[in-house]
């Protein structure tokens, strides 16, 4: 009885403790489209190659209740991540990062989110 304890709550100290992104996507080509639909935002997004050696990397998140949706646009040079939260929805933190051609997008919910951005 006592192992069992200590095992259910060895676990349930795990995932409390350890946060992880509840939804990923990875895109390795121009336009390429996904989505990701954790939290209380749907967003989908998308790369194009623009000067340089950038790509810009376009998402549209929409509000699952309703509203206006919210666009963000970026450039990211090989190497590149930033992680933010979207106003009105500091419950969710949405992470993109970029590797060669491929840019990873993923996002986690129920998060104790800083007040400003977090960029690497």
């Not at 350890?18 to 954790?38: C, D, K, M, V």
């Not at 500091?90 to 129920?110: H, I, P, Q």
């Amino acid at each position: 009885m006592i192992r069992k304890t200590l095992s259910a709550s060895l676990l349930a100290a795990l995932f409390l403790a350890t946060p992880a992104f509840a939804e990923e996507a990875t895109f390795g080509r121009p336009i390429q489209g996904g989505s990701l639909h954790e939290g209380h935002l749907d967003m989908v997004v998308y790369y194009v190659p623009v000067d340089g050696d950038l790509l810009q990397v376009t998402a549209t998140f929409a509000p699952k209740t309703g509203g206006d949706p919210l666009r963000v646009v970026m450039g990211l040079a090989d190497g590149d991540s930033v992680a933010f939260s979207m106003p009105g929805h500091r419950d969710s933190l949405y992470a993109f990062s970029r590797s060669g051609k491929e840019v990873t997008v993923s996002t986690e919910t129920d998060t104790h989110l800083r007040a400003d951005a977090i960029m690497r």
